[in-house]
T-cell receptor, first 111, second 115 residues
Protein backbone atom coordinates (compact mmCIF):
# COMPACT_ATOMS: atom_id res chain seq x y z
CA UNK A 1 0.00 0.00 0.00
CA UNK A 2 0.94 3.65 -0.13
CA UNK A 3 3.57 4.68 2.41
CA UNK A 4 4.84 8.08 3.48
CA UNK A 5 8.20 8.10 5.23
CA UNK A 6 9.40 11.07 7.21
CA UNK A 7 12.83 11.80 8.64
CA UNK A 8 14.23 12.54 11.09
CA UNK A 9 11.97 11.28 13.87
CA UNK A 10 13.36 13.81 16.29
CA UNK A 11 15.47 16.94 16.03
CA UNK A 12 16.91 18.97 18.82
CA UNK A 13 18.23 22.43 17.92
CA UNK A 14 19.40 25.58 19.65
CA UNK A 15 17.22 28.59 19.15
CA UNK A 16 18.34 30.40 16.02
CA UNK A 17 19.52 27.28 14.20
CA UNK A 18 17.80 26.03 11.07
CA UNK A 19 15.69 22.89 10.86
CA UNK A 20 14.62 20.64 8.01
CA UNK A 21 12.31 17.64 7.85
CA UNK A 22 11.97 15.40 4.81
CA UNK A 23 9.08 13.37 3.48
CA UNK A 24 9.17 10.59 0.89
CA UNK A 25 6.31 8.70 -0.69
CA UNK A 26 6.35 5.27 -2.27
CA UNK A 27 3.92 6.53 -4.93
CA UNK A 28 3.41 9.71 -6.93
CA UNK A 29 1.22 12.13 -5.04
CA UNK A 30 -1.58 14.41 -6.17
CA UNK A 31 -0.76 16.78 -3.38
CA UNK A 32 1.12 16.94 -0.11
CA UNK A 33 0.05 18.74 3.03
CA UNK A 34 1.97 19.77 6.12
CA UNK A 35 0.54 19.93 9.63
CA UNK A 36 1.92 21.06 12.96
CA UNK A 37 0.94 19.57 16.30
CA UNK A 38 1.95 21.39 19.45
CA UNK A 39 2.59 19.27 22.55
CA UNK A 40 -0.77 18.17 23.94
CA UNK A 41 -2.60 19.67 20.99
CA UNK A 42 -4.07 18.54 17.72
CA UNK A 43 -2.69 18.67 14.17
CA UNK A 44 -3.18 22.03 12.51
CA UNK A 45 -2.95 22.49 8.76
CA UNK A 46 -0.03 24.59 7.56
CA UNK A 47 0.02 24.34 3.79
CA UNK A 48 -0.77 22.27 0.70
CA UNK A 49 1.53 21.78 -2.30
CA UNK A 50 0.11 20.60 -5.59
CA UNK A 51 2.46 21.38 -8.46
CA UNK A 52 5.67 19.59 -9.36
CA UNK A 53 8.66 21.56 -8.05
CA UNK A 54 6.44 23.96 -6.13
CA UNK A 55 8.00 26.12 -3.42
CA UNK A 56 5.92 28.06 -0.92
CA UNK A 57 6.99 30.27 1.98
CA UNK A 58 5.31 31.26 5.18
CA UNK A 59 7.53 33.70 7.03
CA UNK A 60 10.44 31.55 8.24
CA UNK A 61 8.98 28.31 6.85
CA UNK A 62 9.80 27.10 3.33
CA UNK A 63 7.95 24.15 1.81
CA UNK A 64 9.06 22.30 -1.30
CA UNK A 65 7.43 19.63 -3.46
CA UNK A 66 9.76 17.47 -5.52
CA UNK A 67 9.82 17.43 -9.31
CA UNK A 68 8.59 13.85 -9.36
CA UNK A 69 5.90 14.65 -6.76
CA UNK A 70 7.18 11.87 -4.50
CA UNK A 71 9.04 13.91 -1.92
CA UNK A 72 8.74 17.12 0.03
CA UNK A 73 10.58 19.11 2.64
CA UNK A 74 9.88 21.73 5.27
CA UNK A 75 12.69 24.08 6.25
CA UNK A 76 12.52 26.48 9.18
CA UNK A 77 15.04 29.30 9.24
CA UNK A 78 16.28 30.59 12.58
CA UNK A 79 14.09 28.47 14.82
CA UNK A 80 12.26 30.00 17.76
CA UNK A 81 10.83 28.34 20.86
CA UNK A 82 7.37 28.82 19.36
CA UNK A 83 8.34 26.36 16.61
CA UNK A 84 8.34 23.48 19.10
CA UNK A 85 6.03 20.63 18.13
CA UNK A 86 5.66 17.72 15.75
CA UNK A 87 5.55 18.40 12.02
CA UNK A 88 3.66 15.93 9.86
CA UNK A 89 3.57 15.57 6.14
CA UNK A 90 0.50 13.95 4.62
CA UNK A 91 0.39 12.71 1.06
CA UNK A 92 -2.72 12.33 -1.04
CA UNK A 93 -2.90 9.92 -3.92
CA UNK A 94 -6.03 9.66 -6.01
CA UNK A 95 -5.52 5.95 -6.33
CA UNK A 96 -5.88 5.46 -2.60
CA UNK A 97 -8.25 8.39 -2.16
CA UNK A 98 -7.10 9.29 1.32
CA UNK A 99 -4.41 11.25 3.10
CA UNK A 100 -1.56 9.16 4.42
CA UNK A 101 0.34 10.78 7.26
CA UNK A 102 4.04 10.41 7.86
CA UNK A 103 5.24 9.49 11.32
CA UNK A 104 6.14 13.10 12.06
CA UNK A 105 9.30 14.90 13.11
CA UNK A 106 9.36 16.15 16.67
CA UNK A 107 11.22 19.44 16.99
CA UNK A 108 12.68 20.60 20.28
CA UNK A 109 14.12 24.11 20.45
CA UNK A 110 16.35 25.09 23.33
CA UNK A 111 16.80 28.75 24.19
CA UNK B 1 -17.17 29.78 14.21
CA UNK B 2 -16.80 26.65 16.28
CA UNK B 3 -14.29 24.14 15.06
CA UNK B 4 -14.64 20.39 15.22
CA UNK B 5 -16.08 19.43 18.58
CA UNK B 6 -15.25 16.16 20.31
CA UNK B 7 -16.50 14.67 23.53
CA UNK B 8 -15.48 13.55 25.99
CA UNK B 9 -12.02 15.11 26.11
CA UNK B 10 -10.79 12.41 28.47
CA UNK B 11 -12.15 8.96 29.12
CA UNK B 12 -10.88 6.41 31.60
CA UNK B 13 -12.55 3.04 31.57
CA UNK B 14 -11.93 -0.54 32.51
CA UNK B 15 -11.19 -3.34 30.14
CA UNK B 16 -14.35 -4.87 28.74
CA UNK B 17 -16.44 -1.72 28.98
CA UNK B 18 -18.08 -0.05 26.01
CA UNK B 19 -16.68 3.32 24.99
CA UNK B 20 -18.41 5.85 22.76
CA UNK B 21 -16.59 8.83 21.35
CA UNK B 22 -18.50 11.70 19.77
CA UNK B 23 -17.75 14.22 17.09
CA UNK B 24 -19.48 17.23 15.60
CA UNK B 25 -17.82 18.35 12.36
CA UNK B 26 -17.64 21.90 11.13
CA UNK B 27 -20.97 22.90 9.64
CA UNK B 28 -21.02 22.46 5.89
CA UNK B 29 -18.09 20.06 5.78
CA UNK B 30 -18.97 16.89 3.90
CA UNK B 31 -16.01 14.70 4.86
CA UNK B 32 -15.45 13.33 8.33
CA UNK B 33 -12.42 11.34 9.44
CA UNK B 34 -11.58 9.36 12.56
CA UNK B 35 -7.90 8.97 13.49
CA UNK B 36 -6.07 7.24 16.29
CA UNK B 37 -2.72 8.50 17.55
CA UNK B 38 -0.23 6.51 19.62
CA UNK B 39 3.49 6.82 20.17
CA UNK B 40 4.09 3.44 18.59
CA UNK B 41 1.90 3.72 15.49
CA UNK B 42 1.65 7.48 14.95
CA UNK B 43 -1.47 8.96 13.36
CA UNK B 44 -3.65 6.26 11.79
CA UNK B 45 -6.76 6.82 9.72
CA UNK B 46 -9.49 4.51 11.01
CA UNK B 47 -12.44 5.41 8.80
CA UNK B 48 -13.83 8.28 6.81
CA UNK B 49 -17.28 9.35 5.66
CA UNK B 50 -18.46 11.41 2.74
CA UNK B 51 -21.97 12.85 3.00
CA UNK B 52 -22.59 10.56 6.00
CA UNK B 53 -21.67 7.41 4.04
CA UNK B 54 -18.65 5.35 5.13
CA UNK B 55 -16.16 5.33 2.26
CA UNK B 56 -13.08 3.61 3.62
CA UNK B 57 -13.02 1.63 6.85
CA UNK B 58 -9.88 -0.34 6.06
CA UNK B 59 -8.12 1.23 9.03
CA UNK B 60 -10.60 -0.02 11.60
CA UNK B 61 -8.57 -2.41 13.75
CA UNK B 62 -11.15 -5.12 14.28
CA UNK B 63 -14.80 -5.85 14.83
CA UNK B 64 -14.69 -4.30 18.26
CA UNK B 65 -14.59 -0.92 16.55
CA UNK B 66 -17.59 0.60 14.80
CA UNK B 67 -18.41 4.08 13.55
CA UNK B 68 -21.62 5.73 12.51
CA UNK B 69 -22.68 9.04 11.07
CA UNK B 70 -26.46 9.30 11.37
CA UNK B 71 -26.53 12.88 10.08
CA UNK B 72 -24.26 15.59 8.76
CA UNK B 73 -23.57 17.06 12.17
CA UNK B 74 -22.79 14.03 14.30
CA UNK B 75 -20.62 10.94 14.30
CA UNK B 76 -19.71 8.30 16.86
CA UNK B 77 -16.84 5.86 17.23
CA UNK B 78 -17.64 2.94 19.49
CA UNK B 79 -15.33 0.37 20.99
CA UNK B 80 -16.97 -2.69 22.48
CA UNK B 81 -15.43 -4.33 24.42
CA UNK B 82 -12.50 -2.04 25.09
CA UNK B 83 -8.99 -3.37 25.73
CA UNK B 84 -5.88 -1.73 27.23
CA UNK B 85 -4.22 -1.62 23.80
CA UNK B 86 -7.00 0.72 22.65
CA UNK B 87 -5.54 3.45 24.86
CA UNK B 88 -4.72 6.34 22.56
CA UNK B 89 -5.80 9.80 21.52
CA UNK B 90 -8.68 9.66 19.05
CA UNK B 91 -9.08 12.60 16.71
CA UNK B 92 -12.01 13.51 14.56
CA UNK B 93 -11.39 15.76 11.56
CA UNK B 94 -13.56 17.26 8.85
CA UNK B 95 -12.97 18.81 5.46
CA UNK B 96 -14.91 20.64 2.83
CA UNK B 97 -15.58 19.13 -0.57
CA UNK B 98 -13.20 18.47 -3.40
CA UNK B 99 -12.35 14.98 -2.39
CA UNK B 100 -10.60 13.34 0.51
CA UNK B 101 -7.37 15.25 -0.18
CA UNK B 102 -8.45 18.66 1.06
CA UNK B 103 -7.23 20.48 4.15
CA UNK B 104 -8.48 18.73 7.27
CA UNK B 105 -9.59 20.48 10.44
CA UNK B 106 -8.92 18.41 13.51
CA UNK B 107 -10.85 18.41 16.76
CA UNK B 108 -9.08 18.59 20.13
CA UNK B 109 -9.15 14.81 20.50
CA UNK B 110 -10.35 12.35 23.10
CA UNK B 111 -7.67 10.82 25.29
CA UNK B 112 -8.79 7.28 26.07
CA UNK B 113 -7.25 5.20 28.81
CA UNK B 114 -8.37 1.61 29.20
CA UNK B 115 -7.23 0.04 32.45
Amino acid sequence: GQQVMQIPQYQHVQEGEDFTTYCNSSTTLSNIQWYKQRPGGHPVFLIQLVKSGEVKKQKRLTFQFGEAKKNSSLHITATQTTDVGTYFCAGFSGGYNKLIFGAGTRLAVHP
Amino acid sequence: DAGVIQSPRHEVTEMGQEVTLRCKPISGHDYLFWYRQTMMRGLELLIYFNNNVPIDDSGMPEDRFSAKMPNASFSTLKIQPSEPRDSAVYFCASSLGGGAGNEQFFGPGTRLTVL
